[in-house]
């Protein structure tokens, strides 16, 4: 039995935001592969969705260098993202 102290730890609002964001990158990141293993995104074409990813996160920057914390999550973010896109 857990008590209450371990309960609010686990359903917090922090862990809910990174249980939501790791299941999302998931889905999305196993969705490009099923896609490109399907021959319906050539390899050309699965860089292309990795590469507008980082984009879209360069277009956020502005807010990163403006809120406390977000500008490290978006260095995080970007850098998950370029592992998509080194050779294996």
């Known amino acids: 039995m857990t008590d ?20 999302s990158s998931a889905i999305l990141a196993a969705l490009v592969q099923s896609l490109h293993d399907k021959g319906l995104l050539s390899g050309e074409e699965t860089v ?12 956020q920057q502005a807010a990163a260098d403006n809120v406390p ?3 490290e999550a978006m260095d995080i973010a970007r850098e998950l993202i370029e592992q998509h896109l080194r050779p294996e």
């Open 4 to 23: 209450s102290a371990d309960d609010d730890e686990h359903n917090g609002p922090l862990t809910m935001v990174a249980a939501v964001t790791l299941s």
């Open 48 to 59: 292309e969705v990795y590469e507008q990813a980082l984009l879209l996160l360069e277009m």
């Open 69 to 71: 914390g977000y500008g």
